[in-house]
């Protein structure tokens, strides 16, 4: 990839992670098709502004539709013929999940299987598809590992990501297609969703609110800063997994499939307290604390270990959660004044 330009698919490019994606790619100089939904789980107008920020590149091409409906995802396959194809469209939220499970069929499984039949038509150079933390479930010994067993799923929105892993895998068994998964452990920075802790927090303490501070405050996160966790997608996708070539026991590659996971994370849990009293003191402003017990579905800690991805891009992510909390705190005070 930093070789020569590419082009690249990414589903969910006016998302959170996928516009800060698209914008290091479209940086380095490669080709981004940009597929999104504008759905109106949070507000569109968000995404708007994201993709705004992104039409200032003459090599992006903004494409709207569901990854879920048939043909669509097909058709751009057979258009571009796509050299890397990144996946991050999908229903999010553990919490929204237990309510609506049925968006997380029709997102995030049924999308996945129309990515894959159009994958398999016409074959990238790499695959790579977003999981998640929460696969891990209720494994309690840490730091979680690429190669540790992940069969307990707390809520359905994990359930569903670990289903696109086995269905992903299947398909680079039976077809060739190299694939790599992504667990990404607590994404957080500018242009984040309003519908995480980040937002919720900062605003409340911003508006004089009371937060909510679940599990009275006894949680643990591998908070990763956004620019640290795409700038590691992109040294990942010129290193398609390769079927029999491991690199060593912390090598999660498939034994029967070019197909490997790899955790996305910042390596070191930092206290609920301690991330609240950085935007305390990035806010110049104290929060107003209602503690609450755990919700369901949540899980008390989570704790990546980047050994793998250190192997191999030779990159580790190390934002330290003050310096990304500020970055975020003030994007936060510029976007939404200019929103009125």
Known sequence: MADQ?????????????GSHLAALLLEQGHRVIGLDAHDSYYDPGLKVARETRLLNFPEFQPVRARVEDPGVLMELFQ??????????????????????????VQSNILGTFELLEAARAFPPQHLLLASTSSVYGANTEMPYRETDKADSQMSFYAASKKSTEAMAHSYAHLFGLPVTMFRFFTVYGPWGRPDMAPYLFTHAILQGEPIKIFNHGDMRRDFTYVGDLVRAIGLLIPKPP????????????SPVAPWRVVNIGNGSPVQLLDFIAAIEDATGRKAIRQMLPMQPGDVPATWADTTLLQRLTGYAPQTDIRDGVQSYVEWFRSYYRQQG
């Open 5 to 17: 330009a590419k082009t690249v698919l990414i589903t969910g490019a006016a998302g959170f992670i």
């Open 79 to 104: 258009t571009h013929r796509p050299d890397a194809v990144v996946h991050l469209a999908a229903q999010a939220g553990v919490r929204f999940s237990i309510d609506n499970p049925r968006a997380y």
């Open 242 to 253: 390769t079927a029999g070539a491991s690199i060593g026991p912390e090598d999660s590659l």
